[in-house]
């Protein structure tokens, strides 16, 4: 029903092989048994004869569109696309009169909304009545997360389902319905056609226009890795600066740096940089990181991270990239700590909550005969000149307990400090008992 019909000449248009093998049903649609299977949201949903809007939300060449043409043939509803790009209010206007006069005459409509991320608020606005009412049903395609993307009216109407990008066994089996279509295999060693996997990065129709490339070669040659890298152009990672895979990479880094985990760190750190990240913006989560998680656990990791920070300033790439990879390395492997992360946050709080105090007179300058008459700096004991290097004075302001924000951990160099601190908090107590 969502078809076109046929012409005459479709025998004789050479079509391309992604639109050749498209699945003719939801069975046939690979790596989404999760969504599909009778069992699972759409399986019960075609069974029941009761489809409810959806948001597709996967990455590109998973089937979201594919999916979205099966299903309006599976529920008996005419197939209308529209690109979120292209589209405009006026238009869907227009789409949304021709739906209704199908309604009036028993003919429900499927409105695929392909890129469905790309419509302003005001273009997801003008979707909501319509959803609400029935006059489409609508399936939404997105890239993009759409909590970030979506406006929490269109969302409420609508079911998320996550599609999966296709994993390995996924795209053999399409490899293998271009072979059984060819009546031919890929001209490929077993390395190559795992590297082909590879660099299909989860998208099938990427395999399938590539598996098309390959098919032009003469029978006689079978390529290995290295001629297949030369004959494809690789494609770039799935990576945008600017949306969800720039902060889950992000994310990913942070996190195994925080695991001690190197080598997962130095991978997340290679497909950022694969991705085209701008380095800079790594060498400065890279500081935070020295600082906020592990701070003088390791007093080195701060100035090391400066100093990789200027390093590739002063390089660029790609030789800059070594000595933030080496920045990764490090801080990976150094003791961690958030204490000094804590301790500030403990002390702001601290700040907030006693207001204005003022310093105690005792630790205040007196330049004048009147600030020294009202007490300003008497009392003030000058701490080299005790026994121990330590007068153990309060220098918390009057009216507040002593408070302790910095507690550093048994790990790296704040094992040191943490003797130290514990010195003079013994010491502290035994001047105060005298006194």
């Excluded at 399986?43 to 597709?56: F, H, Q, T």
């Excluded at 297949?228 to 902060?247: I, N, S, T």
């Excluded at 950022?272 to 600082?291: H, K, Q, V």
């Excluded at 400066?306 to 070594?322: F, I, N, T, V």
């Amino acid at each position: 029903m969502s078809q076109p019909a046929a012409s005459l000449f479709d025998h004789s248009t050479p079509r391309p092989l992604a639109d050749k093998l498209r699945p003719r049903s939801l069975a046939e649609v690979v790596g989404q048994d999760h969504v599909l299977a009778p069992d699972a949201p759409i399986g019960r949903m075609i069974a029941a004869k009761r489809l409810a809007s959806l948001i597709l939300w996967g990455t590109p060449g998973c089937g979201k569109t594919t999916i979205a043409r099966l299903l309006a043939d599976a529920a008996g509803l005419f197939f209308e696309p529209v690109s979120a790009v292209a589209s405009g209010v006026a238009e869907m206007r227009k789409i949304f009169e021709a739906a209704a006069n199908r309604r009036a005459t028993g003919q429900g409509t499927l409105l695929f909304v392909d890129e469905i991320h790309r419509f302003n608020r005001a273009q997801q606005d003008v979707l909501l009545p319509y959803v609400e009412d029935g006059t489409v049903t609508l399936v939404g395609a997105t890239t993009e997360n759409p909590s970030f993307e979506l406006n929490g009216a269109l969302l409420s109407r609508c079911q998320v389902l996550v599609l999966n990008r296709l994993d390995e066994a996924a795209l053999e089996l399409l490899l293998q319905r271009v072979e059984k279509d060819a009546e031919r295999v890929l001209p490929l060693t077993s390395e190559a056609r795992a590297a082909l996997k590879a660099m299909a990065d989860g998208d099938g129709r990427y395999i399938l226009v590539m598996a098309e490339e390959i098919l032009s070669l003469p029978e006689t040659r079978t390529l290995d890795p290295t001629q297949l890298a030369a004959f494809v152009q690789r494609r770039r990672p799935l990576y945008d600066k600017a949306q969800e895979g720039h902060y889950n990479l992000i994310s990913a880094l942070h996190k195994s740096l925080r695991g001690s985990d190197c080598d997962a760190a130095l991978y997340w750190y290679a497909r950022m940089i694969a991705g085209g990240e701008d380095p800079r913006y790594i060498a400065r989560r890279l500081t935070r990181f020295a600082s906020e998680d592990i701070g003088l656990a390791d007093p080195q990791a701060l100035p090391l991270a400066l100093a990789a920070w200027q390093g590739y300033e002063r390089m660029g790439s790609p030789e800059g990239e070594l000595v933030l990879a080496e920045l990764v390395i490090y801080l990976a492997t150094a003791p961690k700590s958030n204490a000094a992360y804590v301790a500030i946050n403990t002390a702001m709080q601290a700040a907030k909550q006693y207001g204005s105090l003022m310093p105690p007179k005792h630790i205040l300058n007196a330049p004048t005969k009147l600030m020294q008459y009202i007490g300003y700096g008497e009392g003030y004991q000058y701490d080299p000149d005790s026994p121990e290097g330590f007068s153990g004075q309060n220098y918390f302001p009057e009216g507040m307990t002593r408070q302790n924000f910095y507690r550093p951990v048994e790990r790296g160099f704040e094992r040191e400090i943490r003797k130290r601190l514990d010195y003079w908090a013994e010491l502290r107590a035994k001047k105060q008992t005298k006194s």
